[in-house]
Nanobody, 123 residues
Framework: QVQLVESGGGLVQAGGSLRLSCAASGRTFSSYSMGWFRQAPGKEREFVAGITWTGARTTYAHSVKGRFTISRDNAKNTVYLQMNSLKPDDTAVYYC????????????????WGQGTQVTVSS
């Protein structure tokens, strides 16, 4: 099973941008579709964006579509989330996770989660 470490979070003003990175260990990274999820205090973890094995297809939650872009570089064992036009409602801990890819209903593989990276957007 792939091991993942998220980074790139921080404090940013509304309208600003951040790029999150998810670094993977092992040699099977390219075999997985990957997704970003987020969890705000008192809320359930929710799907944000997903990308297929080769990056040929991507999918986004309605709330971030047009503002966030997921990408991957399999040679670097890394998946990214470029976040633009950030809003206070984007404040959450962001997690990277292998997924069963679906255009409309991507789901995480397995039950374990890393520590994530905190994104805080001020107004």
């Amino acid at each position: 099973q792939v091991q993942l470490v998220e980074s790139g979070g921080g404090l940013v003003q509304a309208g600003g941008s951040l790029r999150l990175s998810c670094a993977a260990s092992g040699r099977t990274f390219s075999s997985y579709s990957m997704g970003w999820f987020r969890q705000a205090p008192g809320k359930e973890r929710e799907f944000v964006a997903g990308i297929t094995w080769t990056g040929a297809r991507t999918t986004y939650a309605h709330s971030v579509k047009g503002r966030f872009t997921i990408s991957r570089d399999n040679a670097k064992n890394t998946v990214y989330l470029q976040m633009n036009s950030l809003k206070p409602d984007d404040t959450a801990v962001y997690y990277c996770k292998p997924i069963y890819y679906s255009d409309n209903n991507s789901r995480p593989i397995g039950d374990s989660w890393g520590q994530g990276t905190q994104v805080t957007v001020s107004s």
